[in-house]
């Protein structure tokens, strides 16, 4: 029993062997494993999303080779969107230019997949509960239980919250789930795995995590112009060469086409609007005719997980353990996390199997091929901290030597990374003027179908507005309004003094502000159970 | 007694509706299906009338593919004690599902029958009224405060003039309005509970019904994009702009 303002919460209990915070590839292939080789253990998955897939995103061009291991029949009946990878290239863009480059080897996709992440979560989810895993999409785990020094479990979210999150007539608790191990399989930025790592001290030994803000819209075309599973990376326009990113155009069948975009989180610039930038990346000569005349059927962001192999935290806890991108596995030179968050799943699935504990996981994982992949590649991300060049050339040398240079570079937070307002070289903008959707930020949360009952208390928890309307005009001019991708957050005038507005319906989960903002006075929370975006085939 | 509850599965009310390239119907392909809002109401109104201690068994009955199956959990995870679903391919237009409830009210002996007052994809609004004229019995449509006493339901209904009370005799037909009630959320522990409830398949054809569409659907398309709005200085320029356009 909790008081939660005067009234007493009674909650009720559920008890199984394991549970998994997020039905990603990296939860649902650590459940399926574990069933695959523990069929007596009673192992369910929590999912905020409303149903499964309904908040992933990823580019998404997959490596095959890990989960035709979970599933080996997986491709007789492949998710929804599978198309295989045809051709690479890789460009340079300018303002109106675009030049080809030589494709770096990680970036080779021969053998690979497009796929919709969305859809294969959905996919897999059928398989896990095929083999008795229990799935809950609508349910998020809201806060760790801990108990004397041990994690015993999560207490998922309440439901019916009023505003001043006081219960409502249909109020319904949060039930506790105990587990003997909890399995965070959150993705990038977990709010549960955040507190977790915090509170066991699991950075303490490791680089600051860094990040990067990632758009995706996919587009149904006119007839004729995609050429199914073509696949083209582009670095340089619009951002600046001090400003790390690129985009991404994945041809599939059926006339559509995903097309996105990433921006370093650790970019300095404070005027900086990732979203423009995509919309700018949108409108290069190169890139437009494909898109003109299309629709968007769905578009989503999500912020990912760069910082590798130094930034990663120790995978285990008392009673707990890390895997994916909530613990930061993704590749960011192959640009590929999901078959790294589906190995690093069912390691996990196998040490569980095998010991029941969460002991032991870290070094397990740090001897296996995952850990060898990511060391390789350690020092490519932190290269382009000291600009596009210097790391385009640091990428060759770093390739070239298979990561065996005798250095590793380290990596900074992003919330300090921002330059105070006028520090930043001006350049001149050259940003060109839009036609293709969505015109603005409004229109593209409207793209992502995203929900969240306006009764609720808000999710996004700014604990100190005096700094808002106070030192953050003044130094960054308050970069939130310019870094949510959703709006979120505006500065609206009221009788001539500003005021912190939080738009928390329009909110799509990416985790952008908690990550970003320079006072680190914005907490993500988890809104009540089946909020948030529901994405189709992203 | 018993009361038999109408549960269709839709396209989710958040969902942004998108029309297929042919016309040939609306994109299905990876959107959220939910439980037609309507129904949510109309079953929360059933577990409500249980709840205020009258004996009641409460069916949940949906017609659809198997998928559809998936509801119907949902709606024995909120409280139904059973769930029966008639499949078919076919999209059963009102008049057809009405017949089906019709048949299944006399399998089943229902007294009551709660239905939305129409589902938010087709919007036809229609099957209850039928369901009522083929079942001969009374219907009170656009419910928003239902009571029973005895074999009797006062129910406030929501009509063009304000609100109308009227009083049916059991067995009849309710169709929920949005303001009837605020469903309640599905429990954790229900869901698993609601995995050992019974759930009855029955073929369309068992029910001796055939679908024989009424009315066919010849194209489907979006409808026209919105033109922006233009902004006049003041009054007498609106007036102006008003009466160009022949309005005033």
Known sequence: ??????????????????????????????????????????????????????????????????LDEL???????????????????????????????PTPPQMHNHGNFIISLGSLCAWMAQQAEALGVEVFPGFPAAA???????????????MGLNKDGTPGQNFTAGVDIHAGVTVLAEGCRGSVSKLLIKEFKLDAKCSPQT????????????????????????????????????????HLDQDRVYVGFVAGLDYENPEFKPFE????????????????????????????????????PKLEMPGALLVGDAAGTLNVPKIKGVHMALRSGMLAAEHLAERSTSEGFDARWRRSPSAKELHRVRNIRPGFHKGLWFGLLNAALETATLGNLPWTFKNHADWKSLDKLGEYPAEIENYVSRTLPPKDRLS?????????????????KVPDTSICVGRCVTEYGNPCTRFCPAQVYEMVEENGRKRLQINAANCVHCKTCDIKDPYENILWTTPEGGSGPNYQNL | MKILVGIKRVIDFSVRVQVKKDGSGVNTDGV?????????????EALRIRERGTQTEIVAVSIGPADCQQQLRT????????????????????????????ELVKREDADLVILGKQAIDDDFNQTGQMLAALWDRPQATFASKVELKDKTLTVTREVDAGLEVIAVDLPAVITTDLRLNTPRFVKMPDIMKARNKPLQTLKLEELGIAAAPKLEAKHYASPPQRMGGKKVADVPALIAALKERGVL
């Open chain 1, 1 to 66: 029993m909790r008081g939660l303002g005067s009234v007493e919460i009674q909650r009720e209990i559920m008890t199984y062997d394991v549970v998994v915070v997020g039905a990603g590839p990296a939860g649902l292939a650590c459940a399926i494993r574990l069933k695959q080789r523990a069929p007596n253990k009673r192992v369910c998955v929590l999912e905020k999303g409303s149903q499964v897939g309904a908040h992933i995103l990823s580019g998404c061009v997959m490596e095959p080779v890990p």
């Open chain 1, 71 to 101: 599933l080996p029949d997986w491709r007789k009946t492949p998710p929804a969107i599978c198309v295989p990878a045809a051709k690479d290239e890789f460009v340079l863009l300018t303002k109106t230019r675009r030049i080809r480059l």
């Open chain 1, 144 to 158: 760790p239980l801990i108990e004397n020094g041990q994690v015993i479990g999560v207490r998922c979210g309440d």
């Open chain 1, 211 to 250: 990040y990067g803000i990632g758009f995706k819209e996919l587009w149904q075309l006119p007839p004729d112009r995609a050429k199914p599973g073509h696949v083209q990376h582009s670095i340089g326009w619009p951002l600046d060469s001090r400003t790390y990113g690129g985009s991404f155009l994945y």
């Open chain 1, 277 to 312: 930038a995509f919309q700018q990346f949108k409108h290069h000569p190169s890139v437009q005719p494909l898109l003109e005349g299309g629709e968007i059927v769905s578009a989503g962001t999500r912020a990912l997980i760069e910082g590798g192999l130094q930034s990663l």
């Open chain 1, 444 to 460: 593209s949360v409207f793209y992502a179908a995203t929900s969240h009952d306006e009764h609720q208390p808000a999710h996004l």
């Open chain 2, 32 to 44: 959220k299906l939910s439980i037609n809002p309507f129904d949510e109401i109309a079953l929360e």
């Open chain 2, 75 to 102: 709606a024995l995870a909120m409280g139904a004690d059973r769930a029966i679903l008639v499949e078919t391919g076919e999209v059963l237009q009102p008049l057809m599902v009405a017949r089906v409830f019709h």
